[in-house]
């Protein structure tokens, strides 16, 4: 299969820094790729570069069209999204109200509509609301969420809920930067499976992670850098094999 987003060769400078050199992947539509390395090894500023947010050399392409130049924007309504490793929605929203920002834009009126045909904007909005609903439960968050701010519910299902809005209705490519990150047991359990539903409906996932037993359970191949270079690459079974990358980063008890 083609690949969805391709990255080739890039490379990001902060001065006299190189945070990442010469970096180049590639994942299909339908796989979970994972990203290991240590704190600074370059993984965040690796999906800083492929969202066009910072400074960079190298070409990205999405779906085969070479999208380097796009701004973050531009490249989100193409379905390229992604997360953070800080939670982020809007505070004074409902969480309901949080995943039909998500959708916005699929599921909006323009201004002379709604001024010359209100009826059209409230059933609008209504189809909106049922939408969002529908998705939020379809991946984990219950009804009992939907009308609570979303730090009102637990931890664990607000990281579950920025998965959810950053997928939204449908995604070509999924960056998620430490989805995990405070998670365990069950909630762990439930986010490995959200990320295989999101693979399940067709979309590319990137997942850089820490919780080493999540990306070995979920990801169908893994890179791993090393201070913004690249140190090996392969199915969860051969990383864990890997002299070097066991030596640098899992240890030999993995």
């Not at 945070?19 to 180049?24: E, T």
């Not at 509509?113 to 968050?141: M, N």
């Not at 762990?188 to 850089?208: P, S």
Request: proline share 3%; aromatic share 6%.
């Amino acid at each position: 299969m083609a690949a969805i987003l391709r990255v080739e060769d890039i490379t990001v400078r902060y001065g006299a820094l190189v945070a990442l050199q010469n970096l180049s992947w590639s994942v299909e539509s339908g796989e979970i790729l994972g990203i290991i390395g240590p704190n600074g090894a370059g993984k965040s500023s690796c999906f800083a570069a492929v969202t066009n947010s910072v400074p960079h050399t190298g070409r990205i392409y999405l779906g085969g069209e070479d999208v380097s130049a796009l701004g973050t924007d531009i490249l989100a309504s193409r379905g390229l999204r992604r997360t953070f490793q800080q939670n982020s929605f809007f505070g004074e929203l409902s969480v309901l109200q949080n995943a039909v920002a998500s959708i916005l834009a699929e599921h909006s009126t323009g201004l002379i509509a709604s001024i010359v045909l209100p009826w059209r904007e409230a059933w609008t909005r209504e189809r909106a609301e049922a939408t969002a609903a529908a998705l939020l439960v379809s991946f984990g968050i219950g009804v009992d969420y939907h009308n609570l701010r979303p730090t009102e519910i637990p931890y664990g299902v607000q990281r579950l809920l920025s998965v959810t809005l950053a997928y939204g209705l449908g995604a070509q490519a999924v960056l998620l930067d430490e989805p995990a990150a405070g998670m365990g047991g069950e909630d762990m359990k439930q986010l490995a499976q959200l990320l295989l539903d999101i693979k399940a409906r067709g979309a590319a996932v990137v997942l850089i992670e820490h919780h080493m037993d999540l990306v070995m359970n979920v990801a169908d191949r893994i890179i791993v850098i090393d201070q913004g270079c690249f140190l090996a690459e392969g199915p969860p079974a051969a990383i864990q094999q890997n002299a070097g990358v066991l030596d640098a980063y899992l240890g030999h008890d993995v």
